[in-house]
């Protein structure tokens, strides 16, 4: 990936996390459960991006 999309990629992120926190059903969570959400989220996303990465797969339109 280039830095450029990896910048893109980590911008709608935490776009996406931001608009998720303000859902009511998040919020009741509390802090320790919707942090250990975020942190399984985020071990998804950067192992699958790690994964791309040392498997050389391009995706190009």
Same mark, same amino acid.
């Given at each position: ?9 980590? *911008?709608? *992120? ?18 320790? &459960?919707? +942090?250990? +959400? $975020? $942190? ?5 996303? *950067?192992?699958?991006?790690?994964? *791309? &990465?040392?498997?050389? +797969?391009?995706?190009?339109?």
């Amino acid at each position: 990936m280039t830095l450029t999309a990896m910048i893109v990629s980590m *911008i709608s *992120i935490v776009g996406c996390l931001v608009l998720a926190s303000r859902n009511p059903q998040i919020r009741g969570l509390g802090g320790g &459960q919707a +942090l250990r +959400l $975020a $942190a399984i989220w985020a071990a998804v996303i *950067i192992s699958l991006v790690l994964v *791309i &990465q040392w498997s050389g +797969l391009r995706i190009t339109s």
